[in-house]
């Protein structure tokens, strides 16, 4: 994909070679006039009519995505001065993007309606056509968000504050190389991560993937086996598995019920001993994907977790600290929500925390 650089970029870039006889304080002044870049796909577009009482709460992203875009046009000229952020559509994954991690054949065969019934009641889905376009734009904006921000890291040349993207869908955790589950069809963090290792070879060489989902990233566990240049982290429920349990690089179970407390202590520190982690490796991580699920709640139908509102926020937190240190592209992704009543309000004001968070936290660096 092309991307349309902020002029302030375009600008640095003109100036490459009377930047390089500059003094080194006036390169750093140079690169902290550019500002924070947070770019935001969205697919609510693609409708898809599910039969009656299904229970896979389709609307909820228009709601998430309406209410996150409120919130930042409700911020006044200032604030919106001081971070480059934009809301774009998801576009569709194209085929050979899909091909760089699932079965050719498993692909056609969704594209055209070739599934079983088997195959749709372990996706969780009806076949549509307009089911078809949802999933390619589940992908689409994933790989969009992880491009967008390895261009501009490439073009900054990785100074000053890494980019960060996100897309208000996506998360899809659970498809496989041959199959889906788990209202996962493909997986998009997996197809972003093997389509930016193969379009940023010399920028993007290791990945690291923070699964905070209430369930295991299963299917992205399996993809990547054996694959040293994507690292998988994934803390969730032990309670929780609805099919069989795959080893990611590093799996980090909690109880049933579990509290703010033990959920908080436990992340903290494993993020912060895979800082150590990355600091004695030879390859360093060069993007993070963070799985934003929020099932986590005590709120969610299907989570089995008691965390609170406030408990949830701080995972954020602690994520968006951690990957500024980091500092390192970020990308961030949906994952899980399942309102456990007709009053999707707790649901969707998780859901839409992570991303208005992410805009606080960003425009924060330059206040």
């Not at 009377?18 to 304080?25: D, G």
């Not at 076949?127 to 790989?143: D, F, H, P």
């Not at 912060?272 to 360093?284: H, L």
């Amino acid at each position: 994909m092309r991307l349309s650089l902020p002029t302030t970029l375009v600008g640095l870039a003109a100036r490459n070679q009377k930047i390089a006889l500059r003094s080194s304080s006036t390169i750093a002044e140079e690169i902290d006039k550019i500002k924070p870049f947070y770019r935001l796909y969205f697919n609510d577009v693609y409708k898809v009519k599910l039969p009656p009482r299904h229970r896979f709460p389709m609307n909820k992203y228009g709601q998430v995505r309406r209410k996150v875009q409120q919130t930042i046009s409700d911020l006044d000229e200032e604030q919106h001065s001081l971070i480059d952020c934009e809301f774009c559509v998801s576009p569709l994954s194209t085929f050979e993007e899909l091909a760089t991690t699932h079965c050719k054949d498993y692909i056609q065969r969704f594209l055209r309606g070739g599934q079983t019934e088997k195959e749709q009641r372990n996706v969780g889905f009806p076949w549509s056509n307009q089911g078809v376009e949802r999933a390619l734009s589940s992908v689409g904006g994933t790989v969009a968000a992880a491009c967008d921000v390895c261009e501009i890291w490439e073009a900054r040349n990785k100074k000053g504050m890494a980019p960060w993207a996100a897309h208000i869908a996506g998360g899809t955790h659970h498809a496989f190389y041959d199959r889906g589950e788990g209202f996962s069809v493909f997986s998009d963090m997996a197809v972003a991560a093997n389509v930016v290792l193969q379009k940023f070879p010399n920028s993007i060489k290791s990945i690291l993937m923070v699964d905070l989902d209430v369930h295991q990233g299963n299917g992205n566990a399996v993809l990547f086996q054996g694959r040293s240049e994507v690292f998988t982290f994934s803390l969730h429920c032990e309670g929780n598995y609805f099919s069989e349990k795959e080893e990611s690089d590093l799996d980090i179970e909690l109880p049933v019920g579990c509290n703010d407390q033990t959920y908080l202590m436990t992340l903290n520190h494993w993020l912060n001993q895979i800082y150590k982690g990355n600091e004695a490796r030879e390859s360093k991580f060069d993007l993070i994907f963070f799985q934003a699920g929020v099932d986590v709640l005590e709120d969610d139908r299907l989570g089995r977790m008691n965390l609170s509102q406030a408990a949830v926020k701080r995972r954020n937190e602690l994520v968006y600290d951690f990957s500024k240190k980091m500092n390192v592209p970020l990308v961030i992704c949906m994952g899980g929500g399942y309102p456990r009543t007709d009053d999707w309000t707790p649901i969707i004001e998780a859901h839409s925390n992570v991303y208005c968070q992410a805009h606080t936290y960003l425009r924060s660096i330059h206040d």
